[in-house]
């Protein structure tokens, strides 16, 4: 059974810290995906990264692929408040579009 | 904003109750998942619907069906709706090109099951 497994599930930063989510997948799959999701609203893409050491980054955020090792990391660097959200790393093992996501990492950056 | 929108974006059924929920995808997209978010938990794939016909499935029951129209649109149904049903669907669009585009999430429909 594939699983998606993230840690934390849950992160209270400081405000000026740096913080390391981490996604882990059982399975093969060349692409991995983040997406963040404020409260009661739609699932955003971050970053798409498609294949092995791929690095991307975006603000504040930066996020990695390792398929050997089938784990993933986003990187927060000097968080801020804006940053507060859930987020979702998933996978697509079967190259179809069908993602498998985790549980997310529910982020709340404090002042 | 993606492009794709999802009606209607709030619905309240009771157990037993039938619902559709729709889905527009973005211009230029041909595929559409759907997927089932319950509260505090990642989504959920249901299916994916491309050039009209299911083309791949989590694990859901049957009574939850769908289609998707020559205009790549799609429709989420769901019969004899249990309480569990209770979440918010999501559905997504992307061109039919694997490995090199991603989902566009439209802004969910949350389903209350009474």
């Known amino acids: 059974e594939l699983k998606v497994e993230q840690n934390p599930l849950f992160l209270s930063m400081q405000e000026g810290k740096n913080y390391t989510i981490y996604c882990n997948y059982s399975t093969t799959s060349d692409r991995l995906y983040w997406y963040r999701q404020d409260p009661g609203k739609s699932l955003e893409s971050l970053f798409v990264l498609l294949s092995n050491g791929a690095v991307k980054q975006e603000g504040r955020l930066m996020a990695s692929l390792d398929t050997k090792a089938r784990l993933s990391t986003l990187h927060i660097t000097a968080a801020v408040h804006d940053l507060s959200a859930t987020y979702f790393c998933a996978v697509d093992p079967y190259n179809n579009n069908d993602m498998r996501f985790g549980a997310g990492t529910r982020l709340t950056v404090k002042p | 904003e993606t492009g794709v929108t999802q009606s209607p974006t709030h619905l309240i059924k009771t157990r037993g109750q039938q619902v559709t929920l729709r889905c527009s995808s973005q211009s230029g997209h041909n595929t559409v998942s759907w997927y089932q978010q319950a509260l505090g938990q990642g989504p959920q794939f249901i299916f994916q619907?491309?050039?009209?016909?299911?083309?791949g499935r989590g694990n859901f029951p049957p009574r939850f069906s769908g289609l998707q129209f020559p205009n790549y649109s799609s429709e989420l149904n769901v019969n004899a709706l249990e309480l569990d049903d209770s979440a918010l669907y999501l559905c997504?669009?992307?061109?039919?090109?694997?490995?090199?585009?991603?989902?566009?999430f439209g802004p969910g429909t949350r389903l209350t099951v009474l």
């Open positions: 619907y491309y050039r009209e016909e299911e083309n």
């Open positions: 997504a669009s992307s061109r039919r090109t694997p490995g090199t585009d991603t989902q566009y």
